[in-house]
């Protein structure tokens, strides 16, 4: 049950590690596009590679957040349920599967030409962070462990 626990946390960390990679390669594209219209107006070549990078940092944000995200929430559901985890946080972790459904359906709105909604996808991120990077918090399993407060304690103890 220990190792499921020590999973989960790791797990968490991966994913938060994901999560940060979309934001990293979303701005990366953003600012190859940006570059890429200045590069069109005077050089064709420049151009031309700063497109290729395009592909590449779009390509990993789909693929990170089609396949490998998902797959990691997923993992986590598990972990939850073999760490015996309260169900309240194994509702949670599925939660993120929840708001990953979500976001892609936000990033398809974007791509049918609605960006006013579609830029929810910003939001929804902020929303998957945060809960992510709290059940991480709130479920890790290295290191020390706070104690009970002793009030917490002698209140258990009264009947
Ligand atoms: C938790 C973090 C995020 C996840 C899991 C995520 C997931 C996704 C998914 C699944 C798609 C659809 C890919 C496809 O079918 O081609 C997508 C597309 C997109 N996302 Fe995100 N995203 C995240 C963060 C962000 C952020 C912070 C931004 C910008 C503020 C952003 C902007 C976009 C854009 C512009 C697209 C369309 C271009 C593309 O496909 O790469 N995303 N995202």
């Not at 701005?27 to 590449?56: G, H, P, W």
């Not at 708001?99 to 030409?113: E, N």
Request: glycine residues 8%.
């Amino acid at each position: 049950m220990n190792i499921f626990r020590k999973a989960y946390s790791v797990g968490g960390v991966v994913l938060l590690l994901e999560f940060l990679t979309q934001f990293y390669v979303i701005a990366a594209s953003m600012f190859t596009t940006m570059s890429r219209q200045i590069a069109e107006a005077t050089n064709a070549d420049v151009a031309t590679t700063a497109l290729q990078n395009v592909e590449l940092f779009t390509a990993v944000h789909a693929v990170n957040g089609v396949f490998i995200i998902p797959s990691t929430i997923l993992v986590l559901v598990g972990l939850s349920f073999g760490a015996r985890y309260p169900w309240r946080t194994t509702a949670l972790t599925a939660l993120l599967l929840v708001l990953m459904a979500v976001q892609f359906a936000l990033a398809v709105i974007g791509f049918l030409g609605v960006p006013a909604i579609g830029g929810l996808h910003g939001i929804n991120a902020l929303v998957m962070v945060g809960l992510g990077g709290w059940l991480t918090w709130k479920s890790w399993a290295f290191g020390r462990r706070r104690l009970p407060s002793p009030v917490a304690i002698s209140h258990a103890e009264v009947p």
